[in-house]
């Protein structure tokens, strides 16, 4: 079945509907009705247009493509399962929430909260504005996606990004199981509290970085304007260039070609790292 064309403002509009393509729909309007495609089965929205609540809750293989959710779609996608979103831009706050197996590609999202507790999220060649994106959410996958927000990716459990961008401040605190990839990292004490978290080939940008980590590694990475680095941490870096300073690593190796200042005291830990230059050997 197609609708096509067709303008919806009542709620729940299309309640349930099954095996459906939506076509250049547009759900706005007076009644200011919500849930317009709820408990939706195998359905198609293409070329739409939302400004109504809770749009797609309970949504079960559904696509949303070359669509626009604007700012009034509030917690636009939530308790969905088998979903792919490509060439749409979502504004609306609390966008993806409760999610299994989504699917995005080139999207751009400007969704405070976005991504909570979702399950298996793959995301690639997007852009993404989120204050706290993806709090407590596991199994999830970023591929060459510009990311700009500041309390992001914590509690994550199983984490990977590739060639991404990420400006950000507290990114990573107690996540576990995270690898990131050929990106470029900036941001305030990053990563903090984690457990397994592995950066390679990284540019990490910014005030102590990395601290209270356990089994953290960094290989052949970068780090600038880094002071106060791995506190408290167990340590595995390589790093290439300069840091500013290191300050009572836990235990380990940090490697670097040289450190403006090591800085061991006022420990409340016992500290046995060891700290080596290339410009020393």
């Known amino acids: 079945m197609i609708i096509e064309n067709k303008t919806y403002d009542m709620e729940r509009a299309l309640y349930n509907i099954k095996e459906t393509c939506v076509k250049g729909c547009t759900f706005a309007g007076p009644a200011d009705g919500e849930s317009v495609l709820k408990e939706t089965r195998d359905i198609v929205v293409d070329n739409c247009s939302f ?9 079960k293989k559904y696509k949303l493509i070359n669509s626009f959710m604007d700012e009034k779609t509030r917690a636009a996608l ?8 490509e060439n749409t831009k979502i504004t609306g706050v609390k966008a993806l929430r409760e999610c299994i197996n989504t699917d995005i590609v080139n999207c751009d999202i400007d969704s405070p909260e976005f991504g909570w507790k ?14 706290y994106i ?3 959410a596991k199994n999830i996958q970023l591929e060459q996606v510009d990311f700009q927000g500041k309390y ?3 509690y994550v459990d199983n984490l990977v990004i590739n060639d991404s961008v990420l400006d950000t401040k507290d990114a990573f605190w107690h996540s576990k199981n995270v690898t990131v990839r050929d990106c470029v990292v900036k941001g ?3 990563g903090w509290f984690s457990e397994d978290l592995t950066l390679i080939n990284c540019k990490i940008i910014g005030t102590q970085p990395l601290c209270y980590c356990k089994n953290l590694k960094l290989v052949n ?3 600038e304007y880094c002071d106060l680095s791995f506190e408290y941490s167990d340590v595995e870096a390589d790093v290439k260039g300069h840091i500013d300073s290191v300050k009572n690593p836990v235990s380990g190796v940090i490697k670097a070609d040289s450190i403006g200042e090591i800085i061991n005291e006022d420990s409340v830990m016992d500290c046995n ?9």
């Open 51 to 59: 400004s109504l609540r809770y749009p797609i809750w309970h949504a």
């Open 78 to 85: 939530w308790y969905c399962d088998d979903g792919y979103i």
């Open 118 to 131: 979702t399950n298996h999220t793959h995301i690639r060649d997007s852009r993404i504005t989120s204050e």
């Open 134 to 136: 993806f709090l407590d």
């Open 152 to 154: 992001s990716f914590q």
């Open 188 to 190: 305030e004490y990053l």
């Open 221 to 223: 990475c970068e780090m």
């Open 273 to 281: 790292a060891a700290i080596v230059t290339r410009e020393e050997t």
